[in-house]
Each structure stands twice: as C-alpha cells, then as structure tokens.
C-alpha cells in the first residue's frame, strides 16, 4: 500500500500554500484526484505519460504551471549491448536516486528519462555506466522526446489458472509459484505503482504489474481458455 500519510500531509500543507508533488504512481494519481475540497493539476509533459508531478492549490491556476520536469537523453553503444527500463532505473537507484524523483523511463529509437529539474545535473555528471556500457546523458527538449514513437513494451502471452496475482508473477518469471510468494511477501512485486503483499490478490486488465528485476507488465485481456481451462492472456512488458 501506498503512504497515505505522505499524501494526507501533502494535501494539508496544499490547504495553506500551492506546492509541486515529486512523481506519483497511478495509485498516488487516483487518491488525489479523489480529493474534491483542493484543486489537484497533473503534468502532461507526453500523452502517454504514466508517472506524474502534481501542483494542489486552493484555487484555481488560470495561467500554464511550471512543473520543473527535465528530460534528459541518453546515448551508448546499441550494438554491443542492449540497454533495457529497468537496467536504466536499476542503475539510478544505485546511485542513491530515490524512485520518487524518476518519472518516466522511454526506450525507443532514441531514449529518455524524465526526472525532477534539481535532479538533472547530478545524473549527468555522475551517471556514466548501465549495464557495463558506457552512457551519456545530455538535457533535451519536448520536441526531441516527441520525435520519436514512444512504445516502452512489446507484445507476449502467458497462460494462467486464475488472475491471482502469484499466478501471473511466475508466468511471467519464469518461477515456481512458491517463489513467486516468497517475492510478493518481500515487497518486490508492485501493482499500479503500489506494493502488494498478499499473492492471492486478483489483477485486473490494464493494471501493472512491476517486479523486481524482471520489469514491468500489462495484463491487456484474455484471447482464449486452453482444453484444460486455462486462460491465454495478452499482456505488454517493457523492453
């Protein structure tokens, strides 16, 4: 579960003076939005941006918000090694980056990171490894990032007895079901940005489905029940 007292908090103090969130998960998104009494704006610094910055105020904001999100973009040598998501947020969190202050990650023809402004200069000058490979980091533009066709996922399936959500972490895994508990049971397995401790928990379509070490998945529908009635379902996992 999320920290709801950090976000009670940060809505109180949005009662006395505006502030900017650092990035939120889906999860975090939803609890603000259910909140009627304050007026909550989200960055949309891309259409599909999934990780947001959000500005409370007490009332409403008629000119554009400031959000204070760098992109900064990436280059190493492609043919050698193949640099995926969570190489990227693996190698920032090693540098002592906390998860909060990294929106989104885009591996496409060209790669990117989002992260809180005060945060750009230090991953430049400190971040010249992923993966072994050497990486440069540069400050770009908007219109670099919309250059490029920003899919962070490729297409699999997986067959599974149930949505529970043990079932689908090892599928996916490629793990036995104990594992799969035993790595629910230690926090390592999120579920729309939010850790999920109890393995029987139901997943439904579209939530995601983050792992440690393994990434992250959509669960996008169900194509079809085997002759043992099992179902095949369709999911997104990040490249």
């Known amino acids: 579960m999320f920290n709801v007292d950090r976000l009670e908090n940060l809505v109180k103090n949005g009662l006395n ?13 939803k609890y603000l939005q259910s909140i009627k009494y304050l007026k909550i704006y989200f960055s949309n610094t891309y259409p599909e941006e999934e990780r947001k910055r959000a500005y409370l105020a007490s009332e409403d904001i008629d000119e554009p918000i400031d959000f204070k999100i760098a992109i900064l973009e990436f280059f190493y040598p492609e043919g050698f090694v193949q640099i995926s998501h969570r190489d990227v947020l693996g190698a920032l969190v090693s540098l002592g980056i906390k998860r909060e202050v990294v929106g989104d990650i885009i591996i496409s023809s060209r790669n990117f990171i989002l992260v809180i402004e005060e945060m750009a200069d230090f991953i430049i000058n400190n971040l010249s490894m992923i993966k072994n490979s050497k990486v440069q980091f540069q400050k ?12 962070n996922y490729f297409e699999d399936q997986i067959i599974v007895s149930s949505l529970r959500l043990d079932n689908i972490v090892s599928e996916v895994s490629n793990i036995s079901r104990a594992k799969a508990c035993e790595m629910i049971n230690n926090q390592l397995v999120k579920v729309n940005g939010i850790i999920k401790t109890n393995p029987s928990g139901r997943i439904a379509y579209d939530d995601i489905i983050s792992i440690r070490g393994i990434g992250r998945i959509i669960i996008k529908g169900e194509l079809k029940k085997t002759k043992k009635d099992k179902t095949v379902l369709r999911i997104l996992k990040t490249k």
């Open 140 to 151: 770009a533009t908007i219109d670099d990032l919309l250059t490029v066709e920003i899919n």
């Open 17 to 29: 003076k505006n502030l900017l969130t650092k990035f939120l998960s889906i999860e975090e998104q």
